[in-house]
């Protein structure tokens, strides 16, 4: 089978599954104990969070904290930094199902929301998000990735447009397709809230992490027995957290840069020397997209018909964010202007660093076959 809907979830890296069976099965003792062992995996749980915070490019002050999932890091760095107070939270038309519902959450709370429409690529209109804000702003919510078009955010950007318009208002970053990818210099647009998920750069699944800028500022919404400074309470998940460890001794996010760039060029050169050329095809490409997610859209054909081919001939590919994958229609596509024959003929292609050259060429031809024989079959 050739994989290649990595932005659902990724293989776990060789360090990272031994560690995940160590930790299983030898040092396997509560963090929390008084005794000896569980210091020590208190410990290496610490080691951990300053390696990431390293990663981030931010210094370690009890600021990473760890969750069950990146939704539950986002719905935390939201619902924990919610006050009576707030007037007006923003967000862009494009988040995952995570932010995106827990903003409808918040409108329901009473709570102004905005949610400000994507350019043609799939990334915030900048224009627009600046209309959007003014003192009244408590809570800005923008993704670095897109997990359905591959866009990259200018954060830097919206970083300075936050400063002079709401330099009040708390900024939470979803890094979830970013992280491992692209740069995720935190010091460049220095977020209040950044969300990671372990699986989907090579660490296990039921494991998240959010960076807090200033811990002092949020609130739980789990309580329980104190753990990670008393903002997320429950046992440590410490063999996951010692997986991520591994995974993040292993990432080197210039090289898996460079890396999946290049299976990108290779999978849509060969997709469009093989597909028919009476199929009208859309791909976003260019400047601004990450280098590990293609968008394509086969004009007249369906998308989830497609996928369904391409299972049987031993390619998985995705429709779309795995999150959302069964409910109709693409809210972020229709945003950005698709009509609905280019959101209903949509496929999502996803690469990771144990994607090999040959994965990619067979991917493209096994799409390419498919999309020719559907497009022959309804005519």
Known sequence: MIFLDN?????????????????????????????????QNAKQIMETKALLAKHLNVKFNNNIIFTGSATEATNLAIFGSVRTSWKKAVFSAG???SVYNSALQLKARGIEVVFVDLDKTGAIDLEKLEAALDEDVNFISIMHVSNETGAVNNLEKIAEIKAKKCPKALFHVDG??????????????KPDFYTISAHKFHGPKGLGALYVKNPAKLLPIIHGGGQEYNLRSGTENLPAIMALKGALEECDAWQNQKLLKTLCIYFK??????????????????????PHIISISFVGLKGQVLQNMCDQK???????????SKKMGNRVLENIGYSKDEVLGN????FSRYTSKEDALEGAKILAECANELWRNTR
């Open 314 to 324: 031993g390619l998985m590919i995705s429709t779309g964010s795995a999150c959302s």
């Open 95 to 97: 988040e995952h199902p």
């Open 7 to 39: 932005a659902s979830t990724t293989r776990l890296s060789g360090r990272a599954a031994e560690n995940l069976l160590h930790y299983s099965t030898t040092d396997f003792y509560n963090p929390s104990a008084s005794y000896y062992a569980g210091f």
């Open 176 to 189: 979830v397709q970013a992280f491992g990818k692209v740069s995720t210099n935190l010091e460049t647009f």
């Open 347 to 350: 496929v999502r292609i996803s």
């Open 269 to 290: 050169t060969e997709l469009k020397s093989r597909l028919n050329p009476e199929i009208p095809m859309k791909i976003l490409e260019g400047e601004g997209f990450a």
